[in-house]
């Protein structure tokens, strides 16, 4: 039974495999039209999601499966104190995967242990985010051509924002990938990343405040929404929420084919301008996220020959 808890549940070449797949599945849609026929995938979503839940909703069925779940906790035996370990059980009878999203940490893997059915972790609070990593690779390998020699900037909310500790976590397996953090003091990546996956793997990174100053460097920027469900108070948040703005102007300084990505929702931090730039990545990877999830649910339910 697999499991993916972590982006680094997959090897780099059972990565490199997925996206193959997911690159095929561009390319030849219809080929996949009927693989899963008969198949369940149940999404069990503790905390608000859109693009998430109902990107693997749509990579189900256009892989001719089907779909049941629950959006919230309160719809949920949640709501009656059901423990997530009593909900797995159930719902591996009902299902042949499932797709978990939860505001504590820890969650999915707690739900793994006892499960029957592959679990994806489709966000774990301020933890881990592995599918949307997944589909960040697949924009910029789509995009560059390469995960390697790259210098990606992830700016914005780098403490509490989970797509950015897995994309960390993925990248780093890569050549000659430099890191620029760009975030206020209060949002710096926990010590758990800069230390143990930064700084023990030698990894080539900075730290900094203002965007302005890096934006030349930058082959990829990464912008991220200051996560105001994990701030302890609300004063902090609205203190914190506009630090960085991206704008046209802002854009000027980039390089010609510096990419854009988010991986959605945005708030204030890029401004609509920018939506009309050639660079900017960020709906594209959203398509991208539909086309990985489909390889995802073929790889862990076995069915990934191309
Ligand atoms: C992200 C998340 O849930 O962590 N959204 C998503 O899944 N695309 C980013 C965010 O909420 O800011």
């Known amino acids: 039974m697999r499991h993916l808890l972590s982006p680094l549940d997959l090897s780099v070449d059972e990565l490199d495999n997925l996206l193959d797949l997911a690159s095929d599945i561009e390319k030849n849609p219809e080929k996949y039209s009927e693989r899963c026929k008969g198949k369940k995938l149940a999404t069990l979503f503790y905390e608000p999601s859109t693009r998430t839940r109902l990107s693997f909703e749509s990579a189900m069925l256009s892989l001719g499966g089907s779909v049941l779940g629950f959006s919230s906790a309160d719809s949920s035996s949640a709501a009656k104190g059901e423990s997530v370990s009593d909900t797995i059980r159930i719902v591996s009878c009902y299902a042949d995967i499932c797709a978990m999203r939860h505001p504590k940490e820890g969650a999915p893997l707690v739900a793994a242990e006892k499960s029957n059915i592959p679990v994806i972790n489709a966000g774990d609070g301020g933890h881990q985010h592995p599918t949307q990593t997944l589909t960040d690779l697949m924009t910029i390998r789509s995009l560059k051509g390469s995960l390697s020699n790259i210098t990606i900037g992830l700016c914005g909310d780098l403490k509490f924002g989970r797509t950015v500790h897995s994309l960390i976590n993925a990248l780093v397996r890569y050549e000659n990938v430099k890191f620029v953090l760009i975030s206020p003091k209060e949002l710096r990546v926990p010590d758990y990343i800069r230390h143990d996956v930064l700084e023990e793997g030698n990894v080539e990174y900075k730290e900094v405040e203002k965007l302005d100053d890096v934006m030349s460097e930058l082959d990829i920027l ?85």
Request: glycine share 2%; aromatic share 10%; proline share 2%.
């Open 222 to 306: 990464y912008m991220t929404r200051v996560q105001r469900e994990r701030f302890f108070n609300e004063e902090e948040y609205i203190r914190l929420k506009d630090s960085y703005i991206l704008t046209k102007e802002k854009m000027n300084l980039a390089r010609k084919d510096m990419l854009v990505l988010h991986p959605l929702p945005r708030v204030n931090e890029i401004s609509v301008e920018v939506d009309d730039d050639e660079r900017a990545a960020y709906f594209k990877q959203v398509q991208y996220g539909v086309y990985v999830r489909m390889a995802l649910i073929l790889t862990l339910l076995g069915m990934e020959e191309i």
